[in-house]
């Protein structure tokens, strides 16, 4: 069975510095792997995803993630946060085996202050 | 317009009733998705369709019945509301191929009082 582990359920980062949010999962292959964001009151958006090839992927918003096999993680990161990229973030896996069913994180809340 | 969209946005219903949520999309997806959303859990899937006639649980199926007699449509039947359902439901959809992902309606907030 797969499992997604988001550390912090809420972080906190000012203007301009960098957003780290963090994702480990748990699966016996490689899944597919993918950041949504939530926005309040409304349904989640892809970020970005990782299915084969390159490692690092780059999103919308100015978003990307690494994802590192050794590691089992696939953090989500921004150099530098703005006002509108407050919201929830939820990092997602699906078995490469078929069946496109996403396992979800907890969730982390993302503040951005001035 | 395209996409997917849920009905009604906000329900507000009594313990044991019956009620429906209803799930439409227009991209002729293979795959639509239903998942609870609650605080500290994320989102968590309670049925699943692959396709036309074709459903099956997910994690959390107790209490809800679906069905997919066509493509477009996938309600989500809550046949005797208890407060444990009130949650967020979400609808998504997505094609066949594995590595794709899944596009989500903007929910319905359920209430059981």
């Known amino acids: 069975a797969q499992s997604v582990t988001q550390l912090g359920s809420h972080v906190s980062v000012s203007e301009g510095a960098l957003v780290l949010l963090r994702c480990n999962y748990s699966?016996?292959?490689?899944?597919?792997l993918f950041w949504y964001v939530q926005y309040p009151n409304q349904g989640l958006q892809l970020l970005l995803k990782y299915t084969t090839g390159a490692t690092l992927v780059k999103g919308i918003n100015g978003f990307e993630a690494e994802f590192k096999k050794s590691e089992t993680s696939f953090h989500l990161t921004k150099p530098s946060a703005h006002m509108s990229d407050a919201a929830e973030y939820f990092c997602?896996?699906?078995?490469?085996?078929?069946?496109?069913?996403?396992?979800f994180g907890t969730g982390t809340q993302l503040k951005v202050e001035l | 317009d395209a996409g997917i969209t849920q009905s009604p946005r906000y329900k507000i219903t009594e313990t044991g009733r019956q009620v429906t949520l209803m799930c439409h999309q227009t991209w002729s997806h293979s795959y639509m998705f239903w998942y609870r959303q609650d605080l500290g859990h994320g989102l968590r899937l309670i049925y699943y369709s692959a396709a036309a006639d074709i459903t099956d649980k997910g994690e959390v199926p107790d209490g809800y019945v679906v069905s997919r007699s066509k493509t477009e449509n996938f309600p989500l039947t809550l046949e005797s509301a208890t407060r444990s359902q009130t949650s967020v439901y979400f609808c998504a959809s997505g094609r066949q191929e594995t590595n794709t992902e899944a596009f989500f309606g903007q929910g319905t907030r359920l209430t059981v009082v």
């Open positions: 997602a896996v699906s078995p490469t085996g078929g069946g496109n069913k996403l396992t």
């Open positions: 699966s016996s292959v490689p899944p597919y």
